[in-house]
């Protein structure tokens, strides 16, 4: 599957910016209301975040290699 470099952009953003602000946020109102299943839910999101970070890093690297063409 080939990105293009806006695609690729707003997916870097999304998981590099988004994805642990909103980590952060969740942990927060967890801790702020104690609400007993929002550690998990933290969990989930970083797990999350660092798989598609991972993707997109492999991406980054076969583009990178001269294959021209993002995975």
């Known amino acids: 599957m080939q990105l293009t470099n806006d695609t690729y952009d707003h ?12 980590a952060v946020l969740c942990q927060g ?6 609400i ?3 550690p998990n839910a ?3 999101i970083n797990l ?4 598609l ?6 991406s980054t690297h076969h583009y990178h ?4 063409h993002a995975t």
């Not at 109102?29 to 104690?34: P, R, S, T, V």
């Open 42 to 44: 933290v969990s989930l």
């Open 53 to 58: 970070g991972t993707i997109l890093q492999i």
């Open 29 to 34: 109102i967890g801790e702020l209301y104690q």
């Open 65 to 68: 290699q001269g294959g021209n």
């Open 11 to 22: 997916l870097k953003w999304f998981v590099l910016i988004f994805l642990p602000a909103l």
């Open 36 to 38: 007993p299943d929002m």
């Open 48 to 51: 999350f975040t660092i798989f």
